[in-house]
C-alpha cells in the first residue's frame, strides 16, 4: 500500500524557517518524481515545486522560488521542503504528492498533509 | 499564465447526474485530472488522462474535454460524492507549471 506521511509543520513567526518532510513507502520511491502541494485556510489547491526521480530536475511555483528549496534522499525514502524567508500568506497544509510516471502525469497518491502556520 | 475555471459550486438531486466543468487554455494542449476532496481530508484522484479512473473509483465518475473545457461527470450522484472538485492540468505556456482549477462545491440534496 502506498502511504506517503508528511512531518514538520508547526507555527512560525514571519521571516523564519521550517524543513517539512515526507515519508514514502510502499513503492519504489527512487522511481517517482514527486511534488509539494498546499492549501491555504478555506482555499483552493496550490501546486508549490516538483523533483525529478534523480533530483536532476526542479521546479518551483514563482510565489515560493527563492525561499523554498525541494530535495530527496532516495535512500531513505523522503522527501523534503525547506522554507525559508516565510510569510503570512504561506500558512497551509503542505501535501506532498506522487506524479504518475505517465506521458501526461497526475497527483495519483497523496499525504495526509501538514499544516504551517505563519504568524507572530 | 494559465489559469483554470470551474464554477465554484453546484448542487444534483440524490441519484441524478452533475457536470462539473474546468476552463482553460491549457486544456487545448493537456487533458485534465480531477480530484475529489472531502472536509479535512487529502485530495483524491478520480479521473486522470483522456477518461481513465483508478482502482476503486466507481464508475459513475467519468471525464470528457472538449477544446478548452473539460468536464467531470457523476452519474446517480451518491450522497458520499458530496465534496470539493479541483481539476488540474500542467501549464502550457512553457513553464514547468502545474495549475490547478479554482474548486467546485458539489452538494447532494
Known amino acids: 500500500e502506498v502511504q506517503l506521511v508528511e512531518s514538520g509543520g508547526g507555527l512560525v513567526q514571519p521571516g523564519g524557517s521550517l524543513r517539512l518532510s515526507c515519508a514514502a513507502s510502499?513503492?519504489?520511491?527512487?522511481?517517482?518524481?514527486m511534488n509539494w502541494v498546499r492549501q491555504a485556510p478555506g482555499k483552493g489547491l496550490e501546486w508549490v515545486s516538483y523533483?525529478?526521480?534523480?533530483?536532476?530536475?526542479?521546479y518551483y511555483a514563482d510565489s515560493v522560488k527563492g525561499r523554498f528549496t525541494i530535495s530527496r534522499d532516495n535512500a531513505k525514502n523522503s522527501l523534503y521542503l525547506q522554507m525559508n524567508s516565510l510569510r503570512a500568506e504561506d500558512t497551509a497544509v503542505y501535501y506532498c504528492?506522487?506524479?504518475?510516471?505517465?506521458?501526461?502525469?497526475?497527483?495519483?497518491?497523496w499525504g495526509q498533509g501538514t499544516l504551517v502556520t505563519v504568524s507572530s | 499564465s494559465s489559469e483554470l475555471t470551474q464554477d465554484p459550486a453546484v448542487s444534483v438531486a440524490l441519484g441524478q447526474t452533475v457536470r462539473i466543468t474546468c476552463q482553460g487554455d491549457s486544456l487545448r494542449s493537456y487533458y485534465a485530472s480531477w480530484y475529489q476532496q472531502k472536509p479535512g481530508q487529502a485530495p483524491v484522484l478520480v479521473i486522470y488522462?483522456?477518461?481513465n479512473r483508478p482502482s476503486g473509483i466507481p464508475d459513475r465518475f467519468s471525464g470528457s474535454s472538449s477544446g478548452n473545457t473539460a468536464s467531470l461527470t457523476i452519474t446517480g450522484a451518491q450522497a458520499e460524492d458530496e465534496a470539493d472538485y479541483y481539476c488540474?492540468?500542467?501549464?502550457?505556456?512553457?513553464?514547468?507549471?502545474?495549475?490547478f482549477g479554482t474548486g467546485t462545491k458539489v452538494t447532494v440534496l
Open positions: 504528492a506522487r506524479y504518475s510516471p505517465a506521458a501526461i502525469p497526475y497527483f495519483d497518491y
Open positions: 523533483i525529478s526521480s534523480s533530483s536532476s530536475t526542479i
Open positions: 488522462g483522456k477518461n
Open positions: 488540474n492540468s500542467r501549464d502550457s505556456s512553457g513553464n514547468h507549471r502545474e495549475v
Open positions: 510502499g513503492f519504489t520511491f527512487s522511481s517517482y518524481s
